[in-house]
């Protein structure tokens, strides 16, 4: 082959490198990319597992426990972990594996309903507010920064005293807690693209600009913003749990991992060390499964790192 | 070598500044006047700075104008709304210097090339199909790219997607910005050929944004020399290569290399760097790094003035308008030496 010859088919590779024009050289077969998924990692798979082994035991505690979570004197106060109760039982005698089972409910949904209002709202006005910027941004931007002045959990606190106890009460502190997060992501995302020369063509193609902004833009942001999310969740779930470990926001009694923990905790000075190591063991592992998710999400939403 | 009379982009007087630091103005585009006639190819040169990209840009409306008024199609498109630009877009299009960064990276070349057909053309999903199937194929992509992702494609192949996309809904004004600037010099000439061979069959109007003479004078009808936001020369392609009339679009000539043997170059060089834009005084924007400086150029800056029938240059020392005709060598020399300027000035 003479060196025009090569020339020509590496640049024939290039415009029509599938007509019979181009010879089908082994290097032009290498360099053409296929489309295929990575496998998920393992990060990946180890976060999922277990967030979707939680949902099926918040579901399954709706319709089975091994006893009754509400009710005291199941069995003796104290008991230890025994073949009858896996988990042992607490100073009422209630049987605990029933009580985190049913805990799940509350710690889990209470952590998605918030952060899925939190990431749909902050991000909707993240979005606004970096792509048109100007005044709506600089109003949106401070109305918001008025709620991060205080740390989360002391807000969180000081609203729930005020507004009085309740799941929905709960959620909406949550999710109020991060909305300024999503913003300031969301908007630092778009604000860095929207000058970039495909948002410019995406107008030039005929969108409008929200469409631009979230049909173009927001898509391209998905990546740090779940990740984000998942993290988050991780620190709702804390949150909550801490919450319920100061006794607000719920009924002291309710099957909530940290008011159990805070039930628990005269235990573990005197070795009845299951009242609250088991319901902690619980948040450890759903919050640890938020935050490998969120590790293994950037990585997947973003279509340069498939390989 | 024009293709129409009619006109299909025209500024006057356009104008663009930023307010900078301290309240003072960065001039980076001063009175342009273009015309860009159906079916032509009018390339706009000019160094990083002259403003040649802003001219490109205002004429889309990402920048909005300071003054003077663009009309596309003998329409003014000064006051259009937001909403209304698209009616501009449907006319003017846009091939972006970096191909990659004009392609969004979650959309396929199929979506991509779908969304102009139905946003400006409202097509019918399979008339929509149909039209993606002949576009790849007019840039010369095989049909089975509808489905990459841009990372999958080469830069080739992205600026042809790019080209495809410009073309989509049948506009008679592309835009080239430095179409070609980003592409190895292997696909360089390919990408060039397309959008020669497009023009021709789809008999599209080009304002060509360039740096590079020797890419401008394979494809430009037209040039218009830009300098520090002016133009500072005009005129048909060959006439402006071959009899090159202002002091800076013959040292800017003169500074590309010619591959050929036994020519003897005759170079002009300009003194220093290209001056301030910011609040620059009413003279012509050489004075102070031309070679053939009188004292007439810190006066008043001077209007372009006609060479010939067609071509016209903003030097009216060199176009004897002036008191002096081109001076001489020798008194050359003499002024380079005597100002100290770093570099000698040579004719």
């Not at chain 2, 392609?103 to 139905?118: A, D, G």
């Not at chain 2, 500072?232 to 591959?259: D, I, K, N, Q």
């Amino acid at each position: 082959m003479s060196a025009p010859h090569i020339l020509e088919s590496v640049a024939g590779h290039d415009a029509t490198a599938d007509t019979p024009t181009a010879p089908p050289s082994p290097a032009v077969q290498v360099a053409v990319p296929t489309r295929r998924r990575a496998p998920l990692s393992w990060s990946m798979r180890i976060g999922l597992a277990v967030l979707v082994f939680y949902c099926a035991v918040a579901l399954l505690s709706l319709v089975w426990t091994p006893f009754d979570p509400l009710s005291p004197g199941v069995g003796e106060g104290y008991m230890p972990p025994s073949r009858e109760f896996l988990l042992g039982t607490d100073r009422l005698g209630s049987d605990i594996l029933s009580r985190i089972m049913a805990g799940a409910r509350y710690d889990l949904g209470i952590t998605l309903v918030a952060v899925t209002i939190a990431l749909v709202v902050g991000t909707i006005l993240g979005t606004i507010a970096g792509y048109y910027g100007g005044t709506v941004d600089i109003v949106i931007s401070r109305c918001v920064e008025v709620f991060q002045a205080f740390p989360g959990l002391l807000f969180a606190m000081l609203v729930v005293k005020a507004v009085g106890p309740g799941v929905l009460n709960i959620i909406l502190v949550m999710s109020f807690i991060g909305i300024p997060d999503y913003l300031r992501l969301s908007r630092a995302e778009i604000r860095s693209r929207r000058n970039w020369p495909y948002a410019e063509a995406a107008r030039m193609v005929g969108n409008r600009s929200w469409q631009v902004a979230f049909r173009h833009l927001l898509p391209n942001s998905a990546g740090p913003l779940l990740a984000f999310t998942s993290i988050n969740a991780a620190f709702v779930a804390l949150v909550t749990a801490s919450l319920g470990f100061l006794g607000l926001g719920l009924d002291p009694n309710t099957p909530e991992w940290g008011s159990m923990i805070a039930r628990g905790q005269d235990g573990v000075m005197t070795g009845e060390w299951w009242l609250s190591f088991f319901p902690g063991l619980a948040i450890l592992g759903m919050t640890g499964a938020f935050y490998l998710l969120g590790d293994a999400l950037s990585d997947l939403t973003d279509p340069r790192r498939r390989r | 070598m024009r293709a129409s009379d009619y006109v299909v982009l025209r500024t006057q007087a356009l104008r663009k500044t930023y307010r900078v630091a301290g309240g003072r103005n960065l001039v980076a585009v001063d009175g342009v006047d273009i015309a860009l006639h159906a079916g032509e190819t009018l390339a706009i040169v000019g160094e990083s700075g002259s403003g040649k990209s802003t001219v490109a840009r205002c004429v889309l409306r990402l920048v909005e104008p300071t003054g003077g008024d663009i009309e596309v199609n003998g329409r003014s498109i000064m006051q259009l709304g937001s909403v209304s630009l698209a009616s501009l877009y449907r006319e003017v299009q846009m091939v972006f210097q970096d191909p990659t960064a004009s392609l969004n990276p979650r959309m396929t070349v199929r979506q991509v090339l779908h969304e102009p057909l139905r946003l400006h053309l409202a097509m019918e999903r399979s008339q929509r199909e149909k039209r993606a199937l002949a576009l790849v194929d007019m840039v010369g992509l095989p049909a089975a790219h509808l489905d990459r992702y841009p990372h999958e494609l080469s830069g080739g192949q992205r600026q042809r997607v790019g080209i495809a996309r410009a073309i989509a809904a049948e506009p008679n004004v592309v835009i080239l910005d430095e179409p070609t600037s980003s592409l190895d010099v292997s696909v360089r000439g390919q990408i060039l050929d397309l959008l020669l061979r497009l023009q021709a069959e789809l008999k599209l109007a080009y304002l060509f944004i360039s740096h590079d003479l020797q890419v401008v004078r394979h494809v430009a009808d037209r040039v218009a020399v830009m300098y520090l936001g002016g133009i500072v020369e005009t005129g048909p392609a060959e006439a402006v290569f071959a009899r090159p009339t202002h002091p800076y679009t013959r040292a800017l000539l003169s500074a590309a290399p010619v591959a050929q043997w036994g020519v003897k170059r005759v170079r002009l060089r300009l003194i220093g760097e290209i001056s301030s834009p910011i609040d620059p005084p009413d003279a012509c924007r050489l004075v102070g790094r031309c070679p053939l400086e009188q004292p007439s150029c810190s006066r008043k800056r001077p209007p372009l003035l006609a060479v010939d029938a067609e071509h016209s240059a903003a030097c009216p020392v060199v176009l004897g308008h002036e008191r002096e005709a081109i001076p001489g060598a020798e008194a050359l020399s003499r002024r380079s030496g005597g100002e100290g300027g770093a570099t000698g000035a040579r004719l």
